[in-house]
């Protein structure tokens, strides 16, 4: 029966990460995959991560099963860094702990479909893999343009969906530091998201992975508490993997509010039960240890200067590129503008190919760059190698 299975090629980004360890060239920069690097080019465990971590291993009395939910002293103690200062909103907001943002996502997309959605809206380009888990878990999914060519968000865009959006839909937006094009939403556009929303009566998917990178914590949360002031239900998934760089820990979390807190207490139960059903609980360490930062002011302290040093470095990264000006036929201007790890540049799908053949750049196929992999040191490299291929 199995010999019925097609080959499917390997996931086009993750791939990335083999084409680029494979390369023997020591001038080689990878802007693949959307991990963090610091000035040397490093991607190291935040240390206020190691101290948690070392306080794990000395006091943990046990690695006995939790729940489906996880460990809730880590979901509850992200809520006022993620919620702000009305916190749960009496009990309207629960979460739990889930495998990394895709597990969110990926919960929040079965959720919303159990509850009846039946289409879920989304700007484009996206993160690849929203599209794909839309379609596994066999939700339709629409789409809208996100980004003006003059680098804004296309507000028209999502003011026609929203006005022609059925009853039953859902919308899927990225809370800060938007991937692929780091084309954020002002605070006054989201403001008019929020009300909008409110208006029709749509379900907010809200997919929050890069908290802290952009204008900093309490400026990229602006966007969710907006709306979830607005709206009287919403669904926030959230990732741990940047902003606490625990990657391949897979530490991320689900966050629900419902119109009562009886209504939230209901959705959670459903949340566990698709839990219990796709991988029974979340894995424990990076989630403790998450907690044991959150529990500790020191640490606490620590990690937020950890997320504010990545953040300044990527706004350097970012100020220089806009400072070059143009590269062959690439202006790298907006880049100044945007927010986040990543942005697109206009190049082909060849000119991407020979920029990683000719010259060793890594980048995804869709001409997206993770700016994080830029350092001082071949910022240069890069730039001319982009003028050599689009000049
Ligand atoms: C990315 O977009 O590069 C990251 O979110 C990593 C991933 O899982 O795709």
């Given at each position: 029966?199995?010999?019925?299975?097609?080959?499917?090629?390997?996931?086009?980004?993750?791939?990335?990460?083999?084409?680029?360890?494979?390369?023997?060239?020591?001038?080689?920069?990878?802007?693949?995959?959307?991990?963090?690097?610091?000035?040397?080019?490093?991607?190291?465990?935040?240390?206020?991560?190691?101290?948690?971590?070392?306080?794990?291993?000395?006091?943990?009395?046990?690695?006995?099963?939790?729940?489906?939910?996880?460990?809730?002293?880590?979901v509850?103690?992200?809520?006022?860094?993620?919620?702000?200062?009305?916190?749960?909103?009496?009990g309207?907001?629960?979460?739990?702990?889930?495998?990394?943002?895709?597990?969110?996502?990926?919960?929040?997309?079965?959720?919303?479909?159990?509850?009846?959605?039946?289409?879920?809206?989304?700007?484009?380009?996206?993160?690849?893999?929203?599209?794909?888990?839309?379609?596994?878990?066999?939700?339709?999914?629409?789409?809208?343009?996100?980004?003006?060519?003059?680098?804004?968000?296309?507000?028209?865009?999502?003011?026609?969906v929203?006005?022609?959006?059925?009853?039953?839909?859902?919308?899927?937006?990225?809370?800060?530091?938007?991937?692929?094009?780091?084309?954020?939403?002002?605070?006054?556009?989201?403001?008019?998201?929020?009300?909008?929303?409110?208006?029709?009566?749509?379900?907010?998917?809200?997919?929050?992975?890069?908290?802290?990178?952009?204008?900093?914590?309490e400026?990229?949360?602006?966007?969710?508490?907006?709306?979830?002031?607005?709206?009287?239900?919403?669904?926030?998934?959230?990732?741990?993997?940047?902003?606490?760089?625990?990657?391949?820990?897979?530490?991320?979390?689900?966050?629900?509010?419902?119109?009562?807190?009886?209504?939230?207490?209901?959705i959670?139960?459903?949340?566990?039960?698709?839990?219990?059903?796709?991988?029974?609980?979340?894995?424990?360490?990076?989630?403790?240890s998450?907690?044991?930062?959150?529990?500790?002011?020191?640490?606490?302290?620590?990690?937020?200067?950890?997320?504010?040093?990545?953040?300044?470095?990527?706004?350097?990264?970012?100020?220089?590129?806009?400072?070059?000006?143009?590269?062959?036929?690439?202006?790298?201007?907006?880049?100044?503008e945007?927010?986040?790890m990543?942005?697109?540049?206009?190049v082909?799908?060849?000119?991407?190919?020979?920029?990683?053949?000719?010259?060793g750049?890594?980048?995804?196929?869709?001409?997206?760059?993770?700016?994080?992999?830029?350092?001082?040191?071949?910022?240069?490299?890069?730039?001319?190698?982009?003028?050599?291929?689009?000049?």
């Amino acid at each position: 029966m199995l010999d019925r299975l097609e080959q499917q090629s390997p996931d086009a980004l993750l791939a990335l990460i083999k084409l680029y360890e494979a390369d023997p060239r020591d001038t080689k920069i990878d802007l693949g995959v959307g991990v963090y690097r610091t000035a040397d080019g490093a991607t190291p465990v935040f240390r206020a991560i190691k101290a948690a971590e070392k306080q794990l291993v000395d006091t943990q009395p046990t690695k006995a099963y939790l729940g489906p939910e996880g460990d809730m002293g880590f979901v509850r103690a992200l809520v006022p860094h993620i919620f702000g200062k009305t916190g749960n909103r009496d009990g309207r907001i629960e979460g739990m702990q889930t495998p990394g943002g895709t597990g969110a996502v990926r919960l929040a997309i079965a959720l919303a479909g159990k509850a009846g959605v039946e289409q879920v809206w989304m700007g484009t380009p996206s993160w690849p893999n929203h599209a794909q888990i839309l379609a596994d878990c066999g939700m339709k999914a629409a789409t809208f343009n996100h980004a003006n060519a003059d680098g804004s968000a296309d507000m028209d865009g999502l003011r026609d969906v929203i006005a022609k959006a059925g009853k039953n839909d859902a919308v899927l937006l990225h809370g800060a530091c938007h991937n692929p094009t780091g084309v954020d939403y002002t605070n006054e556009e989201w403001d008019e998201i929020a009300g909008l929303l409110a208006d029709k009566g749509l379900l907010p998917i809200i997919d929050l992975a890069y908290q802290g990178l952009g204008d900093g914590m309490e400026e990229d949360a602006y966007g969710v508490r907006a709306v979830l002031a607005a709206v009287p239900e919403a669904l926030v998934a959230y990732s741990c993997d940047k902003n606490f760089g625990l990657y391949r820990d897979r530490v991320g979390a689900l966050y629900a509010m419902g119109a009562s807190a009886d209504d939230t207490a209901r959705i959670m139960s459903n949340g566990a039960s698709l839990a219990r059903a796709n991988w029974s609980m979340p894995p424990d360490h990076g989630g403790a240890s998450v907690r044991m930062i959150l529990e500790d002011e020191d640490l606490t302290a620590q990690w937020l200067s950890e997320v504010e040093e990545m953040r300044q470095r990527i706004g350097q990264v970012r100020a220089k590129l806009a400072a070059s000006g143009t590269a062959g036929a690439v202006d790298l201007t907006p880049l100044g503008e945007q927010k986040g790890m990543f942005a697109m540049l206009p190049v082909s799908k060849e000119q991407v190919q020979q920029l990683r053949e000719d010259h060793g750049v890594y980048m995804a196929g869709s001409g997206r760059i993770n700016v994080a992999g830029l350092t001082m040191g071949n910022i240069d490299a890069f730039t001319d190698a982009l003028a050599a291929v689009t000049g």
